[in-house]
């Protein structure tokens, strides 16, 4: 007889534990996620953005092509398509600069340009020229340098102090005529800074004494001149007063004038050897 009681342990079900189940759905969870960015990474590489401010430079296998992406989203195809991005903002550049003046005296000056790149000719500069680290150093540092030599050469160390605003002018107009061919827009030339050697400092500042102390010798001249000329025309006009006294006075009219400064007293006028008297007579009026 078989006991029906005994169970053979060999042919009972396993039941799975609850870490296990936790575990697998943790994974299937993870896998889903990953799946999901995947697929996020996949879909975001078929658009880009182009930035506000900036052109977006297409390329097909890496040419060029002629449409510009403006600022906002566009479509490309991944492992095809590829942007470069170039701003079309108005940007500073700075440079130091070194030239000769026409009297040939070393002129520094401290250039500032603002600049732009055209955006309807961003992918021709891109093409011609590359991105803007390379417009800065292949094509605006130099020109800024070349026209600085050619404007300042026109000008003696002095007028380009005194002609500032030409000077500037005229690099104005260098600048836009040297980078139009490259699609470059010049937007303002400033020179934030000119200055000269030392020896050419000290012969300014000589000079300058040399100058003050001439118009003030010329100013001392002038006025021992004049003091000169005023005494001259005191002694002329005394000397005409005198003559013209002279030839004026007759008796009569010296005899009024004792009258009227006589105090009644018979003045005697003495003298050694002799004795002189005015006579009433010759004083008073003849009585009628």
């Known amino acids: ?15 799975s534990s609850p ?21 996020l990474v996949l879909i975001s590489s ?24 403006t600022e906002g989203l566009h479509f490309v195809i991944p492992l095809v398509d590829s ?41 021709g500069v891109y093409r011609q020229i590359g991105d803007e680290n390379a417009v800065v150093n292949a094509i605006l540092n130099p020109a800024i ?4 030599k050619a404007v300042v050469a026109h000008y003696t160390a002095e007028e380009v102090i005194t002609q500032r605003d030409q000077v500037k002018s005229e690099v104005d ?3 836009r005529s040297r980078l139009s061919p490259y699609q470059i827009a010049v937007d303002d030339v400033s020179l934030t800074t000119i200055h000269f050697s030392q020896q050419f400092r000290d012969a300014v500042e000589a000079k300058q004494i040399a100058v003050q102390e001439a ?15 005023i005494e001259i025309n005191l002694a002329r006009g005394t000397a005409e007063a005198h003559q013209i006294l002279q030839s004026t006075l007759t008796p009569s009219i010296l005899k009024y004038e004792a009258l009227q400064k006589w105090d009644g007293r018979l003045p005697m006028i003495s003298g050694e050897g002799t004795n002189t008297v005015i006579e009433l007579d010759d004083l008073v009026p003849n009585q009628p």
């Open 83 to 123: 942007v470069e991005r170039v701003s079309v903002r108005v940007q500073k550049q700075e440079i130091a600069t070194e030239a000769s003046s026409k009297d040939l005296q070393d002129v520094f000056s401290d250039v500032a340009l603002n600049w732009h790149i055209l955006p309807e000719q961003v992918n």
């Open 19 to 39: 870490k296990a189940t936790s575990l697998g759905g943790g994974a299937t969870l993870i896998g889903w996620i990953l799946l999901c960015l995947v697929g």
């Open 46 to 69: 078929f658009w880009v953005i182009v930035p506000v401010g900036e052109r977006g430079v297409w390329l097909r296998f890496g040419q060029v092509q002629g449409q510009i992406f």
């Open 173 to 175: 107009a260098g600048l």
């Open 215 to 229: 118009k003030q010798a010329e100013f001392v001249a002038k006025k021992a001149l004049r003091q000169a000329e």
């Open 145 to 148: 340098e070349e026209v600085i």
């Open 1 to 15: 007889m078989v006991d029906v009681s005994t169970s053979d342990t060999r042919f009972s079900p396993k039941k």
